[in-house]
């Protein structure tokens, strides 16, 4: 089998080559990657020496550059990871967002009619579904909850996800879809708050906890949502959404003082700035569906996760230090300075 992984340069992306070079030795992996800000070749540099993996460099809203990948490659599955991620750079600046993940995923979808694939899967996220009240502990989203979106990041994805569900109904194309909460794990881009925290922590910099950190996260080892996308794109209904969590709510506040305890730093370090515009108050999943119907169930817990974590980013400095000392910085201070 062959296998098209856009944004594989990425977190998740990143997480999930290695995930099938692992599991599913016997497929080939390429991965297309527009190398964005988010996307380092470092990621994928144990992979690149796998025959079985190729990277490609491109941009998945590049019409003509996806027809002829698929001429040549004639992939048999395609799991598009490739989006802007980050929902406060949504907020500054939108255009990119509804380019490449909404177009983006279109590009990717006409050229999987046009060649013949076997499976698309679209990976989307729980922030579809909006947000739900903090005091209201008995509500979780399910795949039947309304799409109800408060960013320019998740209705791009929410778009493009109404997108895939329309390819399938008008053109029978065999799609999947999972939305899934809060990632975390090696390789995580340090814009995002765990890595973000870490890094700041580590260079007893203040961590900017936006509003007063009660705003509440699922959050998800990366390597069970890689086992899920897994299991979805090659077992999964078509036509179908999963949505993927591990009911492991905690409020930010939470996931900042772990941190600052793992890291033997004072929690002084701790500064409240100025909150995110339309900040989503809480996520939390049902995945009653995925593990009903495929048998999914995460393996990692949340404290032993973070440790893996904290670890990895202790263990591999290269790899966040130099992204944090080049263009980064004029981000941070774009953001946080004046927050
Ligand atoms: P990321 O920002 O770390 O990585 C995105 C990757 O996509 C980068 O390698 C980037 O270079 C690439 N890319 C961006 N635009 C591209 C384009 N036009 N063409 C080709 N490649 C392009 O993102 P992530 O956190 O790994 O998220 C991956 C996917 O998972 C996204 O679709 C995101 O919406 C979804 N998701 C993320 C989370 C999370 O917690 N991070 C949770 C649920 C769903
Ligand atoms: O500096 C910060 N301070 C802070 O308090 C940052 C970067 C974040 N936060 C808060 C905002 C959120 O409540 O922490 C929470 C998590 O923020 P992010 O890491 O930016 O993630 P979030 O906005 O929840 O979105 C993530 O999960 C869903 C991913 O970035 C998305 O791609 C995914 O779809």
């Known amino acids: 089998m062959k296998i098209i992984v856009t944004g594989g340069a990425g977190f998740i992306g990143g997480n999930f080559v290695y995930y099938e070079l692992k599991n599913h030795p016997e497929d080939e992996i390429i991965c297309l990657d527009k190398l964005t800000y988010a996307g380092n070749l470092e990621t994928l540099e144990e992979a690149m020496k796998n025959p079985k993996f190729k990277f490609v460099k491109g941009d998945i809203a590049d019409r003509k550059f996806v027809y002829e990948l698929f001429e040549s490659e004639k992939p048999d599955i395609v799991i598009n990871f490739a989006a802007e991620s980050h929902v406060d750079r949504s907020i500054e600046d939108p255009e990119i967002f509804l380019k490449t993940n909404v177009m983006g995923t279109q590009v990717l979808m006409d050229a999987c009619r046009k060649y013949g694939i076997t499976r698309y899967h679209q990976v989307s996220t729980d922030e579809v579904y909006g947000d739900l009240p903090l005091d209201r502990p008995d509500l979780f989203f399910n795949e039947d909850t309304p799409i109800h979106t408060s960013s320019p990041y998740s209705a791009s994805k929410a778009s493009a996800d109404l997108l895939v569900l329309a390819y399938y109904r008008t053109y029978k194309l065999p799609v999947t879809i999972t939305r899934c909460s809060n990632n975390y794990g ?31 996260r699922d959050w998800l080892y990366v390597e069970d949502h890689c086992a899920a996308i897994d299991l979805v794109a090659r077992k999964g209904k078509v036509g179908e959404v999963y949505n993927v969590g591990g009911h492991n709510e905690k409020t930010n506040l939470e996931v900042v003082k772990t941190i600052l305890k793992q890291l033997g730093k004072p929690e002084s370090l701790i500064t409240f700035v100025t909150d995110r515009p339309g900040h989503d108050r809480r996520y939390a999943i049902d995945p009653t569906k995925i593990h009903n119907e495929l048998g999914w169930l995460p393996q990692t817990k949340f404290d032993d996760g973070i440790k893996k974590t904290v670890q990895w980013y202790l263990d591999n400095r290269n790899w966040w230090e130099s992204i944090i000392s080049g263009e980064y910085k004029n981000y941070y201070e774009k953001m946080y300075a004046n927050r």
């Not at 090696?186 to 203040?206: G, R, W």
């Open 186 to 216: 090696p390789y995580h881009f340090p814009e995002k708050l765990i890595p973000l925290m870490i890094a700041n922590a580590l260079a007893d910099k203040p961590l900017p906890v936006y509003g007063k950190g009660e705003n509440v």
